[in-house]
């Protein structure tokens, strides 16, 4: 079925930058909404930002300024550009597809990805 594939994490120093991405590999696919969510250590998962078909997004207000959310919507990939990380931001991301849709039939909700770890070292 329906597989959202997370790449781009890992561990780097503050003030550094990686790039999320993630994708989902299902042909004749429609989505919604894309997003990331966080869990750090110790907390809840965490909304980080979205983006919807039409382009609109929505920030934390945590990483507001020093992300940026992308899509591209033929691709069915949701970007996630991360600078000037803080140790703050370690966590586990997670890739969220919204309202999923094959060939007009809505098949799901939500879609989680598998997360990946993004480490920053202070």
């Known amino acids: 079925q329906v597989q959202l594939v997370e790449s781009g994490g890992g561990l780097v120093q503050a003030g550094g930058s990686l790039r999320l991405s993630c994708t989902a590999s299902?042909?004749?696919?429609?989505?919604?909404?894309m997003g990331w969510y966080r869990q750090a250590p110790g907390k809840q998962r965490a909304l980080v930002a979205t983006i919807t078909s039409r382009g609109s997004t929505t920030y934390a207000d945590s990483v507001k300024g020093r992300f940026t959310i992308s899509r591209d919507s033929a691709k069915n990939t949701v970007y996630l550009q991360m600078n000037s990380l803080k140790a703050e931001d370690t966590g586990v991301y997670y890739c969220?597809?919204?309202?999923?849709?094959?060939?007009?039939?809505?098949?799901?909700?939500?879609?989680w990805g598998q997360g990946i770890r993004v480490t920053v070292s202070s």
């Open positions: 969220n597809a919204h309202e999923l849709q094959i060939a007009t039939v809505p098949v799901g909700d939500d879609l």
């Open positions: 299902t042909s004749f696919l429609s989505i919604k909404t």
